[in-house]
T-cell receptor
Framework: AQSVTQLGSHVSVSEGALVLLRCNYS??????LFWYVQYPNQGLQLLLK??????LVKGINGFEAEFKKSETSFHLTKPSAHMSDAAEYFC???????????FGQGTRLTINP | DTAVSQTPKYLVTQMGNDKSIKCEQN?????MYWYKQDSKKFLKIMFS???????INETVPNRFSPKSPDKAHLNLHINSLELGDSAVYFC??????????????FGPGTRLTVL
C-alpha cells in the first residue's frame, strides 16, 4: 500500500531564507508524486508534480522538488522564502492506473519577517 | 469563473440529521472526487466517480452516499450525522484519463460541524 510521510508538521523560516519541506513515500510500483499547497480557508492548489522524465521538477511560485528513487524522497525547496508562502503544504502519491491521491499529513510553513 | 464550486461553504447541524453537500465543476473533466480533511488537516479520499460511475469507495460508512447526476456534478448526502463527521469536505475533479498522473483541481471546501 502507498503511504507518504512528511517530516515536520510545522516548519518556520525567516523571510529570504531557504525553504525545505521533506517528503518520503512508500510505493510498490514507480510512483507519481505531487505537492499541493493550501492557503487558509481555501482548497488545495497544485504546486508541481513528477510523473516521468527529469527528476528535478519546477513548479509555480519558485518552488521545485527532486525525485530521488534511491531515497524514496520528493523534498520541496524554494531558495528564498516570501511572506506569501505561508500555508499548509501536502505531499501526495498516486500509482499508475489509480485515480486517487494518498496524502501526507501536511506541513505548516510559517515565514518570520 | 470558479472551476470547482461547492455549496454550502459552512454547514452546522445537529446529530442525527441528514444533510447534503453539492459540487459542480466547469472544467469538462470526467472524474470527480470527495475528500475528507479532519481536524488535524489529514486528507483522505472517500469516493471517486468517472463519467457518473463509482470507481473508488474507500470503506466509508453507508451513511455517506455520493450521487452523480451528470459528469459535471457530484453530490454527497450524509444520513444520521455523527459528531465524528465534523470535518472539511473537499470536492475535486480531474481529466480522468491520465492513469494516475492527472492534476486534481479542488473546490474551496465545505466545513461541516455536527453538534
Amino acid at each position: 500500500a502507498q503511504s507518504v510521510t512528511q517530516l515536520g508538521s510545522h516548519v518556520s523560516v525567516s523571510e529570504g531564507a531557504l525553504v525545505l519541506l521533506r517528503c518520503n513515500y512508500s510505493s510498490s510500483v514507480p510512483p507519481y508524486l505531487f505537492w499541493y499547497v493550501q492557503y487558509p480557508n481555501q482548497g488545495l492548489q497544485l504546486l508541481l508534480k513528477y510523473t516521468t522524465g527529469a527528476t528535478l521538477v519546477k513548479g509555480i511560485n519558485g518552488f521545485e522538488a527532486e525525485f530521488k528513487k534511491s531515497e524514496t524522497s520528493f523534498h520541496l525547496t524554494k531558495p528564498s522564502a516570501h511572506m506569501s508562502d505561508a500555508a499548509e503544504y501536502f505531499c501526495a502519491v498516486s500509482e499508475q492506473g489509480a485515480q486517487k491521491l494518498v496524502f501526507g499529513q501536511g506541513t505548516r510553513l510559517t515565514i518570520n519577517p | 469563473d470558479t472551476a470547482v464550486s461547492q455549496t454550502p461553504k459552512y454547514l452546522v447541524t445537529q446529530m442525527g440529521n441528514d444533510k447534503s453537500i453539492k459540487c459542480e465543476q466547469n472544467l469538462g473533466h470526467d472524474t470527480m472526487y470527495w475528500y475528507k480533511q479532519d481536524s488535524k488537516k489529514f486528507l483522505k479520499i472517500m469516493f471517486s466517480y468517472n463519467n457518473k460511475e463509482l470507481i473508488i469507495n474507500e470503506t466509508v460508512p453507508n451513511r455517506f452516499s455520493p450521487k452523480s447526476p451528470d459528469k459535471a456534478h457530484l453530490n454527497l448526502h450524509i444520513n444520521s450525522l455523527e459528531l465524528g463527521d465534523s470535518a472539511v469536505y473537499f470536492c475535486a475533479s480531474s481529466q480522468g484519463n491520465g492513469g494516475g498522473t492527472d492534476t486534481q483541481y479542488f473546490g474551496p471546501g465545505t466545513r461541516l460541524t455536527v453538534l
